[in-house]
């Protein structure tokens, strides 16, 4: 189907939701309350950040069966994934990109952070939980800590839920099943997702001999044979001040790894390696809101194991160690066994108290973190040789900060907020410790109630984790990886006309020793310290046309660069991508609503040498809601529209996309 056909085949199913009937009331609000970019509840107009907030109605009209899926429509956001629908390769997880900063992204759930050792699992929050979503773009360990040199993503839960059943299935092997309930105080939200079968979803490495000399992975692709996700929230209310709330989730990916001839043309779509990624996670808050004092306690857990069942490979013994005569001849009859098993856990509190003066106000709080991490592989075992030697460790971090704000009303219209954190850490096992202070002043002036302007500048800090410095499996440890320091600007523009909202901003970062992975000599991996950079300009507007069709879209424009000492003579290059577009809108009538978003990402760069262009990106959904009355509603979502071949990753390997799929089902309320 060539391209023409494919728009005029969307614009006919658009037409065909003109049905007529009476309009569905809809909330529509053009300022929304934020609480997470200043850490009070404030309006957008009001909030010296570019801030977007997604309802759970939003990602409704999304079709989103992850936060992940949620995000990927968003302004200034790039989706990076090694599988498609939440399936990810152990360690190396699916992450959200703010503004092209990797690393950056700091995930909250009810403003706690959930984030260990670099990652976090946004499929393990079920999104019939979620009340919304609130997404701060632009760097600043300030407020909130650690990892947040791009943004922030609070995911705020639902106080009480509905009482629902919800089902769907779909091509692929899709199915996706989830059910709420309320009783009294306590809330509880339950979902399962499940993808089935998936041939060559990356493209082959290149072939050994012109990258990697007797590696055996050279010229191999990745089949998924199945995806399953599960995952509980669940709530209760002590009263209105006091809640706890506790998030469960457990998730199994299974990866296929074989070759495509190009290193030995005998093992053409044989079998190398069959890997398993399972991961176990537990987020526990207690919650005090008392006004100006608020307070949490929380607990984060996860226990992560990767599994592999490796063809047996042809060796011989050279004074006395296995050497591989041909790597890429294996024997799949044979199979050897090895795993790896990650645990960390993070407890902490974070309590802090407001006062008001008369031009102003004054915040104060303090937080602790503890950190642990233990690490156990197995040995490893190649032609019936042990090569490698199991081994088991065990990591320990306490951080503390203490952090405040200051916001003084110069005149009635304009408020400066001077916002400051002091993180220090205890020496950890290998006696590393760190120390570092982070200021932010932020400007807001109000033209009038529509109307503001607004300006940041601060600096941002990130600590190294624990395999970063000291390795594990085939990551090579390095003690003394420095931490990153980040300088950020900002001047913005909002403004409110009628039933429309605009937003513009200008924003500038140079981050220090970004952390950084290095793979040139696989299997092996080394991080060091590059820095990165980026300047560049955002646009969003969003219409409420009437009460039956709303509209939006965002341009950001910006050039994500990083270098490294040791490569190209310490020049810039380019990575990710410079363009993205966003855009979307809905439109109700009678009882069936449409709801269709799009994200291009174009003029895209790889990550890794020779650095080469490739293609654009571009994420498309449908998704049709039917309210047959009140308690039944039926869905049709369809995902990837135009049926795209893309890659969604940027490094070395090419990950890609899944092609057009569907889900189908209903949701009964009673």
Known sequence: MNEKIRYLTLGMILACTGWTGASAEQVYELNPITVTAQRIKTTDLKTPSAV??????????????????????????????????????????????????????????????????????????????????????????????????????????????????????????????????????????????????????????????????????????????????????????????????????????????????????????????????????????????????????????????????????????????????????????????????????????????????????????????????????????????????????????????????????????????FNFRETWTEDDSAGNGYDKFTPEVTWTHSFNEETSLYAKAGKSFMMPTFTQLYGGGNIVGVPDLKPETGNHYEVGFKKNIGNSTWRFDVFHYKIKNHIDADSSKWPTVTYGNTDIRNTGVELEWSRRQNDRLSYHMGITYGHPEKRQSAKNNNEWHDYYGRIEFNGGFDYTSGKLTTAFNMNVLGDRTRDSEPYEHFKDQCFTDLNFSYQANKDARFFLNIDNLFNRHDIVSSSSSSFYNLGRNFMAGIEYTF
């Open 52 to 417: 977007d907030v997604l309802t759970a109605e939003d990602i409704q009209k999304t079709g989103a069966t992850s936060v992940q899926e949620a995000l990927k429509f968003s302004t200034g956001i790039i989706m990076h994934a090694q599988g498609p629908r939440n399936i990810s390769q152990g360690t190396m997880t699916n992450k959200v990109v703010i503004r092209g900063n990797e690393k950056g992204t700091l995930v909250l759930v009810d403003g706690v952070p959930i984030n260990q050792e670099g990652r976090y699992n946004l499929e393990d929050i079920p999104v019939d939980a979620i009340e919304k979503i609130e997404i701060v773009r632009g760097g600043g360990a300030v407020l909130y800590g650690s990892e947040a040199s791009g943004g922030v993503i609070n995911i705020i839960t639902k106080g009480t839920r509905k009482n629902s059943v919800k089902a769907g299935i779909g091509n692929y092997g899709i199915q996706n099943y989830s059910a709420s309930a309320q009783a009294g105080k306590f809330g509880i939200t339950y979902s399962y997702d499940h993808t089935g079968k998936i041939d060559r979803i990356s493209k082959p490495t290149i072939p050994s001999g012109k990258q990697r000399g007797s590696s055996p992975d050279g010229g191999m692709y990745y089949n998924i044979i199945r995806g399953e996700h599960s995952n509980v929230n669940w709530r209760y209310n002590f009263n209105d001040e006091l809640y706890f709330t506790h998030t469960y989730g457990q998730n199994s990916d299974h990866y296929r790894y074989k070759y495509d001839g190009h290193a030995y043309k005998p093992n053409k779509d044989a079998t190398f390696k069959d890997a398993i990624h399972s991961s176990k996670e537990n987020l526990a808050q207690l919650h005090y809101d008392h006004g100006d004092l608020k307070a949490s306690i929380f607990y984060n857990n996860r226990d992560q194991k990767t599994e592999d069942w490796i063809a047996d490979q042809n060796v011989t013994i050279k004074k006395g160690k296995p050497s591989y005569t041909n790597a890429a001849a294996f024997d799949s009859s044979k199979r050897n066994y090895d795993y790896t098993k990650y645990r960390n856990q993070t407890m902490g509190l974070d309590v802090s108290n407001r006062w008001h003066f008369n031009k102003g106000s004054f915040m104060i709080g303090y937080n602790f973190q503890r950190d642990l991490e233990s690490k156990t592989t197995s040995p490893i075992y190649v032609g019936g040789y042990r090569t490698k030697e199991g081994a088991h460790h065990h990591y320990q971090r306490n951080m503390h900060s203490i952090f405040g704000q200051l916001a003084y009303n110069i005149t009635e219209k304009d408020e400066a907020d």
